[in-house]
């Protein structure tokens, strides 16, 4: 599949200049390029394929219209994301899809920092831990763990997308991690009769 980091910009510039003065045959050629990476972006979120293809199609669609608006500064894999965010929150709103998570991949993220945890708990037990655990992060905690992680985006890139400082995006991972831990942690705890994870705030 192919990776919006990977994406020439410079290309993708050109084609979407051309967009915003009305040629199809470049937004064609940006529909190509992005779209399957946008409608990758938006299954993350949405766990319905018909719907994040409506919305993929939607950012698309905005794309095609809005080209003018795009701001230099930014790359245009990141403004196109941006939208795409932007639709998956009103369809959240409206539609009250669930949230998909990748659990293996987030075991896998929380094994690298604390092995120790992981190496008491096995197979589906740790995977409904962290299902039950991924419920106590806020949204905006999951957000940045997710774009992080699952979409390879930088603290930068992150920041960017968000529309918030550097600072804030790594404040939110590292309440997100070390809250996550937390409540491993603390199901093992209890699971084991001690209790004193149980009492971390």
């Known amino acids: 599949m192919t990776n919006m980091r990977r994406i020439d910009d410079e290309s993708a510039r050109d084609l979407l200049l051309r967009v915003s003065q009305g040629c199809e045959a470049s937004f064609e050629s940006l529909f190509r390029l992005l779209s399957r990476r946008v409608f990758a972006f938006v299954c993350r979120s949405i766990d319905n394929q018909e719907v994040a293809k409506e919305i993929m199609l939607d950012t698309m669609y905005e794309v095609w219209h809005s080209a003018n608006r795009f701001r230099s500064e930014a790359k245009v894999s990141t403004w196109v994301l941006g939208i795409a965010r932007n639709k998956v929150l009103m369809s959240l ?15 896998e993220l929380l094994e690298d920092e604390n092995q120790s945890v992981f190496d008491e708990v096995a197979g589906k ?52 991690r070390n809250n996550l831990l937390r409540c491993v942690k603390s199901s093992l705890g209890d699971r084991q009769g001690d209790h004193s994870y149980g009492t971390a705030n």
């Not at 709103?93 to 075991?107: F, K, Q, V, Y």
């Open 93 to 107: 709103r409206t539609r009250r899809e669930n949230a998909h998570e990748d659990i293996d991949e987030m075991a």
């Open 125 to 176: 037990q740790a995977k409904a831990m962290l299902i039950e655990c991924m419920q106590t992060l806020s949204p905006a905690h999951r957000e940045c763990l997710h774009l992080l992680h699952f979409e390879e985006m930088s603290v930068n890139e992150i920041a960017k997308l968000l529309s918030i400082p550097d600072g804030t995006v790594k404040t939110r991972l590292m309440h997100a």
